[in-house]
């Protein structure tokens, strides 16, 4: 017999949701999560978005009090990180062992580990990172308050976070390698409106130069192939996202994927493999948005308890 009826990888809104809904459909439910609660979330500013979340919190407080509400209905928490999941064909234990050389067994997984920003790989993006060079606007804005930052991308977050720095600054330079943001339009709007904000289309970043910390950007026009060098403070890159889907592309465990490493799954959330469902934005399709995690976790733990009971 396993130790626990449900496993949860990761502890983002997907899975801090899945882990309330288990632990109130009476399972026994443990998440794991190698950092602290929240993923993604953490790293927005306001939460303006959410439905019936009038009074917009931030995405820390909004992520603690799913973790919170999660706890209060008996799910366990767990710091850790997961190194591998493997299934015997002639079992229905899913067994996911830890980098501590320590397992847990249980009757189902649901797999929420989310995405990690894309890099640009690009000479100097490493060697930057961390002094001048960022990911989270909301991390490390207040550095450079007053200073000249470019913003990489083209998406929701591109334009979320470069909105969140023309509050610290009136120098955000938002460049994007197309000629069209494909964001949602209100918050492109708002983005173009910004009078902090310029926006450079049909532009990317070719090197990231520096001593200490960076001091310009090579830049080159998508069109034209003229190349610009360009000062600057800080480079915020909001390039995509890559899918934490390593864990089920393994030998031990090969669940069917996208083209660009997503994990598939149907209407339930299930994967091709029973007993393991995914979650949030490491599922193929998703639209990526805090309260599309919090349904595919939802649906993922309601799926999972009916698969546990049916075993």
Known sequence: MPDLDLIIIGAGPAGLTAAQYGARANLK?????????????????ILENYPGNIEQKSGFDFAMDLHK????????????SVSSINKKKEENT????????????????????????????????????????????????????????FVVGGG????????????????????????????????VERTLNNPNITVRYNTVIKEIKGEQKVKSVVLADTVTDKITEEETDAVFVFAGTVPQSFLVNADGLKAQLDENGYVITDQKMATNIKGLFAAGDVRSGAFRQVVTAAADGATAAHNAAGYIDAL
């Not at 591109?158 to 120098?171: G, P």
């Open 156 to 187: 929701d977050a591109a334009c979320d976070e470069a909105r969140y720095l023309a509050r610290l600054t009136d120098k955000v330079i938002l460049i994007h390698r197309r000629d069209s943001f494909r964001a949602q339009k209100a918050l």
């Open 29 to 45: 439910v443990l998440v794991i999560e190698q950092l602290s609660s929240g993923g993604q979330a953490l790293a927005i500013d």
């Open 69 to 80: 509400q999660a706890e209060s209905f008996g799910a366990a928490f767990l710091t850790n």
């Open 94 to 149: 899913f067994t996911v062992n830890l980098t501590d050389g320590t397992a847990r067994t249980a009757s189902a997984v649901i797999l929420a580990t989310g995405a990690k920003p894309r890099f640009l790989d690009v000479p100097g993006e490493k060697e930057f990172s961390g002094r001048g060079v960022s990911y989270c606007a909301t991390c490390d804005g207040n550095f450079f308050r007053n200073k000249k930052i």
